[in-house]
């Protein structure tokens, strides 16, 4: 097992961020990461070369290339490629690599998961050619990559318009824009964009770009159907009321569609902070649930949370909270002076107030409001692993279910390979309108390693048959 | 439809009885990359190097990748970050997350090798 002062779990803004802060003040760091490169989402960096007229187009990509080489230069163990499954007080990380299993050990552990995209389900939304909006991003980013044929791009949040914009610059087709919200719901939240002039103006061009080309936007209206045998093939949209519920009587409108890009916001990713024992409380304008922690990060002995796994607030805040936290890491292994560390911290906490206010206004706007789940036919999959529909959801609340644990185990929602990450928000939602209860007091479902699958030879390690010690036979 | 029932189980791999869905494609803007060959249920197709297979799979017009479980419901690629476990294949017999999965040289890739077992017991 080898041994480092930190790991911090995540290469995104706030994992980065964190491991260069670290690394600046002598600390051994290893950087884990799923993916083939550090970056996360919004700086995910392209599988083709860079070119100097793509960074100059593209301010994220820039600033994600900037913070890879600071990355590189740091002297950071970067492990890509590494799925970790579990993490324990120690701190422990076990992980699953390319060359078979892998166990980290050090004094502090980051916590900088960043996020789940939360995709509310309506029939069909499981047929192959319909994928989220935060995976359409990934394939725009990394890829070049657009849907094909004509796409409905629905949901909420900026990154509609960001992917609209993108699947057409691409060379893809938009159908229509079907946006949970109102216009006047993008007004009210304009004193908070504004903090951040330079985003706030590319998203007006966006949408500005997007109405030249003729692309329909409905507002206020959300799929309530994705049509097609093997493929999708049309889209239902309906009108929604300010709760995002779909009156049942309300007119249906049908587009043809070949592809559909679909997100309801984002959900912190606890589940590392659940299985090392950090409380939460459900905060729904962050997200949902979030971890416990310190302004500077620190959540329990060794564990600190940084960035969109402690409450979304997006990119720029994301990566002060990486360093706070990279800064606190510091300080706790005596590697920082507690007088030196006041004097550094101060205007990074300045800076991440500001970033927060951005990020908050976008998080707000994208937060789950109640008619979008209560709308869910009782047909509709909503745990897509085991193929569980909303009806044995209403059944189970009906016999007198409360908690999430109960409805897992009588059902099997959430027990299938994802974990419970694709629908645990939905059946939660369900789950607490049938039972007429604040959403927390349906609780969330225990995290249990392995969080991701595995094969059974990374969780039993390599041993011999012949040194398993056995009983001698019994004599005959 | 009936849990057990075979029927209509593989409509990737009879293009009469669903048309293909139209085309997923790569910017023409984008660099260029090296082209990498490998097979898919035995056909051959050509990658660029650095793509993840769920995308190689989709600009090949290979959307559906297995059917769920239980209800036999066609599924593809969905959140491309290794987070929804939707896009499962064997790579020359291992089961791996497509979107997590760089493309190499030569790999031979099995889609719905699962679902084909239970209907081929």
């Given at each position: 097992?080898s ?143 657009t ?27 938009v159908a ?25 103006a ?16 409905h ?93 979304i ?43 927060e ?94 969080l991701?699958?595995l ?22 | 439809m ?47 190097a ?11 017009g ?57 209907a081929?017991?």
């Open positions: 097992m041994a480092y002062d930190v790991i911090v779990l995540g290469g995104g803004p706030a994992g980065m961020q964190a491991a260069i802060t670290a690394r600046e003040h002598g600390l051994r760091v290893a950087v884990v990461d799923e993916g083939g490169r550090p970056g996360g989402q919004i700086y995910r960096a392209p599988s083709d070369p860079v070119r100097p007229a793509d960074l100059a187009a593209n301010a994220d990509l820039a600033r994600g290339e900037r913070l890879r080489a600071a990355l590189d230069a740091s002297g950071a163990d970067v492990l890509t490629r590494h799925r970790a499954w579990a993490a324990a007080p120690g701190m422990r990380v076990d992980c699953i690599a390319p060359g078979g299993p892998v166990s980290l050990g050090a004094a502090a552990l980051v916590l900088a998961t960043g996020t789940t995209e939360r995709v509310i389900p309506m029939p069909g939304v499981t047929l192959p050619g319909v994928i989220g909006l935060a995976a359409a991003t990934i394939l725009l980013k990394a890829h070049g990559v849907p094909g044929g004509p796409t409905v791009v629905a949901g909420v949040g900026p990154l509609l318009y960001a992917v609209a914009a993108g699947i057409r610059k691409a060379g893809g087709e229509a824009i079907v946006d949970l919200l109102h216009p006047a719901d993008w007004a009210a939240a304009l004193p908070g964009l504004a903090s951040r002039p330079d985003l706030l590319r998203g007006v061009r966006w949408v500005a770009g997007l109405r030249a080309a003729g692309v329909p936007v507002h206020r209206a959300t799929v309530t159907a994705i049509h097609g045998e093997a493929f999708v093939q049309a889209v239902e949209i309906a009108p929604v009321a300010a709760d995002w519920s779909a009156a049942p009587g309300a007119p249906r409108r049908a587009i043809p569609a070949a592809s559909v890009v679909i997100g309801h916001g984002l959900v912190p990713a606890t589940e590392f902070a659940r299985l090392l024992g950090v409380p939460h409380r459900y905060v729904a304008a962050q997200g949902g649930w979030v971890p416990d922690r310190a302004p500077d990060g620190r959540a329990a002995d060794g564990v600190y949370i940084a960035g969109d796994c402690a409450g607030s997006g990119a720029a805040a994301a990566e002060f909270a990486g360093a706070l936290a990279g800064l606190a890491v510091a300080r706790d292994l005596g590697a920082l002076k507690p007088a030196r560390y006041a004097e550094l911290s101060g205007p990074v906490r300045q800076a991440l107030a500001r970033a206010r951005f990020g908050s206004a976008i998080s707000r706007l994208m937060a789950l409001r109640p008619g979008l789940a209560r709308s869910i036919a009782p047909d509709t999959i909503v745990c897509r692993c085991e193929d569980i529909p909303r009806a044995a959801i209403d059944s189970v609340v009906a016999a007198g279910a409360r908690q999430m644990n109960q409805l897992k185990s009588a059902t099997r929602c959430g027990m299938g390979p994802c974990q419970g990450r694709s629908c645990a928000d939905a059946a939660a939602e369900i789950m607490a309108a049938d039972a007429g209860v604040p959403r927390e007091q349906v609780g969330a479902w225990t995290a249990r390693a392995p991701r699958p094969p059974l030879e990374a969780a039993l390690g390599s041993f011999s048959y012949a040194d398993i010690p056995r009983p001698p036979l019994l004599p005959a | 009936r849990i057990g029932d075979l029927s209509n189980r593989h409509p990737g791999r009879s293009p009469e009885a669903h048309p293909q869905p139209p085309p997923w494609r790569r910017d023409p803007a984008r660099a260029a990359a090296a082209v990498v060959a490998l097979t898919v249920d035995g056909e051959a197709i050509e990658a660029a650095g793509q993840s297979l769920a995308v190689a799979l989709a600009l090949a290979r959307l559906l990748l297995r059917h769920s479980p239980t209800a036999h419901t066609p599924r593809g690629m969905f959140c491309l970050m290794g987070s929804c476990q939707e896009c499962v294949v064997h790579v020359d017999g291992a089961a791996v997350l497509a979107c997590l999965e760089p493309v190499r040289v030569g790999m031979q890739v099995e889609l719905d090798r699962l679902d084909r077992e239970r081929e017991p």
